[in-house]
């Protein structure tokens, strides 16, 4: 199962396995960037710095604290306009890094940032990744299986070192059920595994050989293959790729209904199926406090749900449209239903 879905994004050959969600994946893709470019040493793990967008998902400065790597090691690059990371400010943190002598170890891109859906240039991220000795890890949990459906958007993903992906999102499947992707299996079982020996003095049933945990931080675990796998064999890799390309063909559709009224704008550029968008009629002062009352009387209205946006300071509302039930009728019901509450 884990072949086919890398086979389905563009990633043929990549190996992985099934986790509770990115929150995971996350963690471990940077584990694996630590023993592959910061082994420890007889002194314990080496010091290093991680790079990412302003954007990133909570996952990642969570995941370097954990690590020991250190926030204070995390550089959060700015973004352009298009709120995608910016080259050549990374490239600049790079050389600075560099110069005062800090080992760098990689980069996290994302591939639909939680707020916004935006995907970085990845292919761009591949080659100074690639110049500068960097493992990739594209955070994919949200937005990469819509490569399925557009691959032109996400040029450059099966260049990653790992990639992320939630099932529970954008495969319509319950929770839980992400997949970290990876391409050195080798180097997963070297960063998870315990040795041989460990199992053997510690364990009431010794395993001889491979074991699913020696690539894992996970022991006891759900089958969480299992659904995927009937969902794709009873329905087929090209229901899905239909679904989510409807869901994003709904998304471009709410940003056109959005567009076409006088006072609601929208907040950011739509890559994916995360429209997000404001009501405008206000004085600059109050815009923030009366969208964040027009985002309440939607959600207790029942009839939508909606999620807060904030984007470069300005507070707004949400879409994200990840339902293969979605209907035109209920994005058209979206943009209805905050013009409502906004006249309460």
């Not at 990374?90 to 940032?113: F, N, P, W």
């Not at 390309?245 to 704008?265: I, Y």
Request: net charge negative; proline share 3%; hydrophobic share 45%.
């Amino acid at each position: 199962m884990v072949g086919w879905l890398a086979e389905a994004i563009g990633c043929e050959g990549f190996d992985g396995l099934l986790t509770s969600g990115g929150s995971l994946a996350n963690p471990m893709a940077l584990a694996m960037a630590r023993e592959s470019r910061a082994p420890a040493n007889e002194d314990g793990a080496r010091p290093c710095v991680v790079y990412a967008s302003e954007e990133i998902h909570m996952s990642i400065p969570k995941a370097v604290a954990m690590l020991g790597i250190g926030r204070a090691n995390l550089r959060l690059i700015p973004v352009r306009e298009d709120l995608r990371i910016d080259v050549d400010a990374l490239e600049a943190e790079l050389a600075s890094d560099r110069e005062a002598g800090r080992r760098s170890i990689g980069v996290v891109a994302s591939a639909g940032t939680v707020m916004s859906g935006a995907i970085d240039p990845l292919a761009k991220l591949a080659d100074i990744a690639r110049a500068n000795d960097l493992w990739l890890h594209v955070d994919g949990a949200y937005g990469a299986l819509a490569a399925l459906a557009e691959p032109a958007k996400f040029d450059g993903l099966s260049r990653a070192d790992s990639i992320s992906l939630d099932a529970h999102k954008w495969l319509y499947q319950p929770l839980d059920c992400s997949i970290l992707l990876y391409r050195d299996a080798e180097l997963a079982r070297r960063t998870f595994s315990v040795s041989a020996e460990y199992v053997k003095t510690h364990s009431d049933n010794p395993i001889e050989g491979f074991a699913f945990f020696d690539q894992t931080l996970e022991l006891s675990r759900r089958f969480r293959a299992l659904k995927v796998w009937l969902s794709l064999r009873y329905h087929g890799i090209g229901a899905f790729r239909e679904a989510i390309g409807e869901n994003l063909r709904q998304a471009r559709l709410l940003a056109e209904l959005v567009a076409a009224q006088p006072s609601l704008e929208l907040l950011a550029p739509v890559e994916l199926s995360a429209v997000c968008f404001r009501w405008v009629n206000a004085d600059t002062a109050e815009l923030n406090n009366r969208n964040d009352e027009i985002l309440r009387r939607v959600n207790e209205r029942g009839r939508v749900w909606l999620s807060n946006a904030s984007i470069r300071g300005a507070t707004g509302l949400r879409a994200c449209i990840t339902n293969h039930r979605t209907t035109d009728d209920d994005i058209r019901a979206i943009v209805e239903e905050v013009l409502a509450a906004a006249e309460c």
